[in-house]
């Protein structure tokens, strides 16, 4: 496998990132929508079952499974690439274990999404049939009605433990790859599948699920649709009713389990950026909440038009919130691999008779830390004969403060990171401390 996937420069890892979150998003929101709707569409037809909630039913699943393209591209694709990305972005021997988490989580949906669509394959039969089982009824045929109902009623079963497992791996999946990130996997499989952070991150997946399959049917039928509609005002008005009421109830809650879970939250994944994600993300669903309220009163087109946006850049946030809180806790393991990569490319280019790319160190100290440091003298920060000691056999431990600085010494102000790369955090590390020990000599 080492063979295969070359180190990346650390530019190149952040190009993954973000590939990272915008194949997520159409995971997440995909997955989210059939689930919500398959979810619905049970609750409809099997426990509510009057007349209107069936027909809505049918309605609510048939969206996400319109065309084959759509469970195709956004579902299948996305399972790819997602999967390909997390290989590439956890070097270093996880594969086994990645492999198998996701290779799991995968076949998972995928059965789900193959069960959804023969429940909603029998069910645009069932109404196709009962048409013309007034005309025709003969034994086989009336046989073959019931058989058909049958197979829907199991696979409207099957595609809903499918999925709600999907989502449930989904949801502790995530806590699993953060320790894998930092080679802590704890052996009890238990201790990921059944924690608080796990059972609000399910909940919080399943209101959200149900929220994006309420406002897509909402959007779909009554703002977009609206002119080609082949229903009665009573039956549209029904729908209405019903998808922005529970659209409501389902994003009422949403806030409290962001919170919950970013309080729960291993605090190696937090990080600034995260929590602003988390706080437009909060602040948005409030606004959705407030234009559906508004559109409850006055049914303007607009507002049902931009709740339903707002709604997927809330998916999107979601999305990002996920992959930042995986990369920073991998960022040691990222920072590793961008050394290896300058390291390779240097084998590369001295292989090939290449002069070596040239990181001259007291160039970099000249340029960018005299300003704030002497070596005898304290200026902004303090000076290095009394800061260097400390790392005189660890030269590692100074390249990472260098990169990535921290509080230390309540005397000083905090020092700004300086923009530098690994490998030049590395060179100048090592040229602080040997001319450091020049000078004491
Ligand atoms: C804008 C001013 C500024 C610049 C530029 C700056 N530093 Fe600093 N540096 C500080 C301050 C302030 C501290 C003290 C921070 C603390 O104690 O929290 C510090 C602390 C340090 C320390 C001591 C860390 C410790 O463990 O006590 C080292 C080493 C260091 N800087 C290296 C560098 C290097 C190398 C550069 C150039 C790439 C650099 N600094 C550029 C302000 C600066």
Redesign the pocket.
Known sequence: MERIILPYSYEYIKVLELVSIIANSIYYFYFMWLFGSVFLAYYLEFIRRDDVSTFIADKVLSLPLKKLSLPIVLGVFSIIVVFSLDLVIFQDGKFLSLILINGLMSFVFILGLAFAWTYKYTYQLINLLQKSALEESSKHFIQFIQNNFKVHRISSKLALVFLTIGLFALASSFNYKIDLALFEVKSSLTSYLFNLIVIVRFLELVTLSLAISLLTTFFYYIIWQEKDFELSVNFQDRIKKFTINFGLITLLPLPLFLFLEIFLLPSRGLSYSIFLVVGVAVLLIFLIINKLNAYKKEELHSLGTYSFYVLVIIVILFATKDTFTVANSLKPSFIQISRNFVKYEEDLKSKLNISTININPEE??NA??V???EFDKAL???P?NL??P?YENDSGK?AK??LN?V???PA?????A?G?IPAEADA?ADY?LKTYKERVK
């Open positions: 970099i100290f960018k830390c300003a704030c440091h902004v920060g303090p290095y800061v260097l400390k100074l403060f260098i600085p509080k230390v010494d000083y102000p905090p020092m700004p300086q530098l100048l602080l």
